[in-house]
Structures are given as C-alpha cells and as structure tokens.
C-alpha cells in the first residue's frame, strides 16, 4: 500500500518557538494533503487541505497565520505551528490523496507527530 | 458540515466474539472508509467502498456500504486481542476534497 511518512514523530518546544512538520508521500505523487489535529480519545479534525503549487484552504476556525502550510512539490508539504502555545499541543497527523486517482482517491495517513509545547 | 454519527462509543468484548459498528451520516457520501488507529500511531485504512450496496471483505474484517449511502458497517468476525485500537469511519463526498470522519469506537478485547 501507499505509504506516507511523518518528521519528527514527536516533538518537544519552549513556548514562542516555532515548529515545522514534514510530510512526504513515498511511494506515490500526491497532489492534495490534508492536515489533521487529533486530542486525547477524540475523532480526527480537518484543519487544512494541501494543494500543490497553490495556497492551503482552511476549515473554519483555523487560523491560517499560526499555522503556515507549504506544498511546495508533489510528494512533500510541511506545515508549521508559528509562535507555539502550551494549547497548540496535540497529535497532528497529515494524509494523502494519489493524484492520479482524483477525487476518488483513497487518503494515506502518515504515522502522525506529537507535539508538546511547554 | 456533514456528521457522521458513529456507534457504539466503545466496546469491550472476550476474544473469539464478533463485533459489529456502524456509522449514519444525514447527507450522502459517494465513499466510505474503515481505518484503524493503534495508539500514537496514524490511522491506517481496512477497507474503503466505493459503491452503494458494496459488501468487501479483507480477511476476519467485512464491511457494506449502504443502499441509501448514508450508513455503512464494519463487523470483525472471531476477536483476537490485535483487534485492539480505534475504529474510525470516514465519509467521503463525491464533491468534496476532504473526509469527514466518525468519533470512533474503541474496541477492547480480553484475552
């Protein structure tokens, strides 16, 4: 199956840092990326949608300055909590989609990062 | 935004028992999808459907897509303690360019 890749798996940082999550599609081009937020024995929540070559759309809610979304090629986008809170702490897990299979293509989860901010 | 209502919430069964979920959405879907997540780990797909009355199976696990394409099932035949984790379901609209995703049941199984 399709793999998807996640870096750092875990990350710690003082408060006002700013951190960066890569996710890269392996072994598949993946034109859209979804970047999801995961708490504590809760459902997985969509925060952005990833398109390559173009801006990240953000579900409501989500601010998009404080969290930056890069899609810069097919099989990598970064996404970087800027001036990380103590709140920001949680699993963030990005997915994606094979491009050649459009809409209809099956979401890949990479193995998601943890984040604690102190 | 569509919801999908996922039940039960948790489950806590002997090992050789099957299992039964479900999800039902209020709108349609053109997809649904079964993932399982182990702790601290990312979702991983079971099975994915792609059309309305659709019955797959992938080993112990079977699962349907329902004829109204606003529900689907996931049974899991002859628990054995692996099964542990969380089960998501997972919408997808056929306009759409995200999932929408179940709360999740959390299968326990006693060995």
């Known amino acids: 199956g399709a793999v998807v890749s996640q870096h750092p798996s875990r990350v710690i940082c003082k408060s006002g840092t700013s951190v960066k999550i890569e996710c890269r599609s392996l072994?598949?081009?993946?034109?859209?990326m979804f970047w999801y937020r995961q708490f504590p024995k809760k459902s997985l929540m969509l925060m952005a949608t990833?398109?390559?070559?173009?801006?990240?759309?953000?579900e409501q809610g989500v601010e998009k300055d404080k969290f930056l979304i890069n899609h810069a090629s097919l099989t990598l986008s970064t996404l970087t909590v800027t001036s990380a809170h103590p709140e920001d702490s949680s699993f963030y897990i990005c997915?994606?989609?094979?491009?050649?299979?459009?809409?209809?293509?099956?979401?890949?989860f990479g193995p998601g990062t943890r984040l604690l901010v102190l | 935004g569509q919801q999908l209502n996922q039940s039960p919430q948790s489950m806590f069964i002997q090992e050789g028992e099957d299992v039964s979920m479900n999800c039902t959405s209020s709108?349609?879907?053109?997809?649904w999808l079964w993932y399982k997540q182990e702790p601290g780990e990312g979702p991983v797909l079971l099975i994915a459907?792609?059309?309305?009355?659709e019955l797959t199976s992938n080993g112990r696990l079977t699962a349907q897509f329902g004829i109204t394409r606003k529900d689907s099932f996931l049974n899991i035949s002859a628990s054995i303690p692996s099964d542990v984790g969380i089960y998501f379901c997972?919408?997808?609209?056929?306009?759409?360019?995200?999932?929408?995703f179940g709360a999740g049941t959390r299968l326990t199984v006693k060995p």
């Open positions: 997915s994606a989609r094979d491009g050649l299979a459009g809409y209809s293509g099956t979401q890949y």
């Open positions: 072994d598949f081009q993946a034109t859209t």
């Open positions: 990833s398109n390559e070559g173009s801006k990240a759309t953000y």
């Open positions: 709108s349609i879907f053109n997809t």
């Open positions: 459907l792609y059309k309305a009355g």
């Open positions: 997972a919408g997808q609209g056929y306009d759409n360019n995200d999932m929408r």
